[in-house]
């Protein structure tokens, strides 16, 4: 049975840094598509980035691109989420995900239907 369990959010001023991370245990992820949500106060969850296990493409959301790194660890079985330049609209519950590779199309990435798992999520809040 998979898990995921992520950690490391917490309340940062902007501008500062945070590291959250993805426990992921149950399977191998050798053959997963791993993303990173979150859903802002009031609004939908939304795609942030993913990272495919194997070769580790990576794919972001334009909102976050160049400010967020997205990798993974695979001694550890984790994924992280590097996250610089924070700003007050990042403030949300971040949550992480896994499924299969079932698409070559990294478009389907971004969907939350692509995702059979999901960790519980973890709170970030920016402060201005």
């Known amino acids: 049975q998979v898990q995921l369990v992520e950690s490391g959010g917490g309340l940062v001023q902007a501008g500062g840094s945070l590291r959250l991370s993805c426990a992921a245990s149950g399977r191998t992820f050798s053959n997963y598509i791993m993303g990173w949500f979150r859903r802002p106060p009031g609004k939908e969850r939304e795609f942030v980035a993913s990272i495919i296990w194997s070769d580790g493409s990576t794919y972001y959301a334009d909102s976050v691109k160049g400010r967020f790194t997205i990798s993974r660890d695979n001694a550890k079985n984790t994924v992280y989420l590097q996250m610089n330049s924070l700003k007050p609209e990042d403030t949300a519950v971040y949550y992480c995900?896994?499924?299969?590779?079932?698409?070559?199309?990294?478009?389907?990435?971004?969907?939350?239907?692509?995702?059979?798992?999901w960790g519980p999520g973890t709170q970030v809040t920016v402060s201005s």
């Open positions: 995900a896994a499924a299969p590779r079932r698409s070559v199309y990294s478009t389907t990435y971004r969907y939350t239907r692509f995702y059979d798992h």
